[in-house]
T-cell receptor
Framework: EDKVVQSPLSLVVHEGDTVTLNCSYE??????LLWYKQEKKAPTFLFML????IEKKSGRLSSILDKKELFSILNITATQTGDSAVYLC???????????FGQGTILTVHP | DAGVIQSPRHEVTEMGQEVTLRCKPI?????LFWYRQTMMRGLELLIY????????DSGMPEDRFSAKMPNASFSTLKIQPSEPRDSAVYFC?????????FGPGTRLTVT
């Protein structure tokens, strides 16, 4: 059975802080890992990682995938109140795009 | 494109009643996914389709749940009879060549 563990489960910071969200996984026939952001609505796509390395988006967000150690990290620098959300990690292990979602990290950014 | 469309957005029903949730995927996407999200269990995959064919329904909790995709632009998730523990947000998502796009969800309350 595929497993995904995210940590921490919740995080409270102040604007301007840097945060690191962790995701470890065990997925059969791993193909890709996706990060989603969920505010009080549907999850929205952030990153898709298929190879070990770094991918950046919007400058303040970056993500690393380590396929050897089976984990991924999402970094957010210079946090803003608009970053407050649940961040979901979802590795995929089949060619059909089936994803297994972690329980999420609740990030709260105070002004 | 209008994105993934779900209806209704909110549904309140009494235990024992039949509930039908509807989804219109993004045009051209050949994968469709049904998820359920609760505080306790997070985001769970119920079933997914490829080219209108169900590929994996192992996440469907019981025989009370059924899903159909009669054509490329429409899918339904039916619960009959409904129970209070079915209360959750149900998301539909579709995928083309990369990430999954989520619909706004249907918030189901069974009293």
């Amino acid at each position: 059975e595929d497993k995904v563990v995210q940590s921490p489960l919740s995080l409270v910071v102040h604007e301007g802080d840097t945060v690191t969200l962790n995701c470890s996984y065990e997925v059969t026939n791993f193909r890709s890992l996706l990060w989603y952001k969920q505010e009080k609505k549907a999850p929205t796509f952030l990153f898709m990682l298929t190879s070990s390395g770094i991918e950046k988006k919007s400058g303040r967000l970056s993500s690393i995938l380590d396929k050897k150690e089976l984990f991924s990290i999402l970094n957010i620098t210079a946090t803003q109140t608009g970053d407050s959300a649940v961040y979901l990690c979802a590795p995929g292990g089949t060619s059909y795009g089936k994803l297994t979602f972690g329980q999420g990290t609740i990030l709260t950014v105070h002004p | 494109d209008a994105g993934v469309i779900q209806s209704p957005r909110h549904e309140v029903t009494e235990m024992g009643q039949e509930v039908t949730l509807r989804c219109k995927p993004i045009s051209g996407h050949d994968y469709l996914f049904w998820y359920r999200q609760t505080m306790m269990r997070g985001l769970e995959l119920l079933i997914y389709f490829n080219n209108n064919v169900p590929i994996d329904d192992s996440g469907m909790p019981e025989d009370r749940f059924s899903a159909k995709m009669p054509n490329a632009s429409f899918s339904t998730l039916k619960i009959q009879p409904s129970e209070p523990r079915d209360s959750a947000v149900y998301f539909c998502a579709s995928r083309g060549s990369r990430e999954q796009y989520f619909g706004p969800g249907t918030r189901l309350t069974v009293t």
